[in-house]
Nanobody, 117 residues
């Protein structure tokens, strides 16, 4: 089992920045890829960014150049630095991890990000 706990969400004006964190615990040795997904009201959950254990990253087109995903394997922590935030970025942001052997997904409870115009 893997537990994921997010933090760092909040209310920010358009153009501002936030940094999200996700601390992983439990059977973390099984994790390779981690990432962030978001879900806005009335919409499906969508991919934001992922990072592998060796630092290979992938981003949704909508956040490229504005968001940066990173991880500190020694601290079992995943980050998402969000700059130039837009009202369209308003959503609950969820941390995601995948067991590299079984491919079982794990999700955090989410942290709310609200961007005012």
């Amino acid at each position: 089992q893997v537990q994921l706990v997010e933090s760092g969400g909040g209310l920010v004006q358009a153009g501002g920045s936030l940094r999200l964190s996700c601390v992983a615990s439990g059977s973390i040795f099984s994790i390779d890829t981690m990432g962030w997904y978001r879900q806005a009201p009335g919409k499906q959950r969508e991919f934001v960014a992922t990072i592998t254990s060796i630092g290979r990253t992938n981003y949704a087109d909508s956040v490229k150049g504005r968001f940066t995903i990173s991880r500190d394997n020694a601290k079992n922590t995943l980050y998402l630095q969000m700059n130039s935030l837009e009202p369209e970025d308003t959503a609950v942001y969820h941390c995601h991890a995948v067991n590299s052997r079984t491919l079982r997904p794990y999700w955090g409870q989410g942290t709310q990000v609200t961007v005012s115009s």
